[in-house]
């Protein structure tokens, strides 16, 4: 079984960054996807950036040039620098993994969600 922790998550000003991190517990043979997503209460659950295997990170148009998503693959973590965060930033972000933790099956997990406010 594998659990995903999110930290880094908090209130911040206009304009200041955070890192969140993703860190993942359990057995893992090999990743597919490391992705970020974010949730405003009442709305759909939004792809913000993500690793797929093999290929380079990519983000939301609404995020680029702002967030970047990295990873270390040795302790199955992930990380989303936020930089020149905006109100419209404000959100629960979550992390989701696509792992094969058994060699056969590969299986889903999102972590709890971190919440993350920005201020005007």
């Given at each position: 079984q594998v659990q995903l922790v999110e930290s880094g998550g908090g209130l911040v000003?206009?304009?200041?960054?955070?890192?969140l991190s993703c860190a993942a517990s359990g057995r893992i043979f090999s990743s597919r996807a490391m992705n970020w997503y974010r949730q405003v209460l009442g709305k759909q659950r939004d792809l913000?950036?993500?690793?797929?295997?093999?290929?380079s990170p990519n983000d939301a148009d609404?995020?680029?040039g702002r967030f970047t998503i990295s990873r270390d693959n040795a302790k199955n973590t992930t990380f989303l620098q936020m930089n020149s965060l905006k109100p419209e930033d404000t959100a629960v972000y979550y992390c989701f993994y696509i792992v094969n933790t058994?060699?056969?099956?590969?299986?889903?997990?999102?972590?709890?969600?971190?919440?993350?406010?920005?201020s005007s």
């Open positions: 000003q206009a304009g200041g960054s955070l890192r913000v950036a993500g690793i797929m295997s093999g290929d609404s995020v680029q058994d060699g056969m099956r590969w299986r889903t997990y999102w972590g709890q969600g971190t919440q993350v406010t920005v």
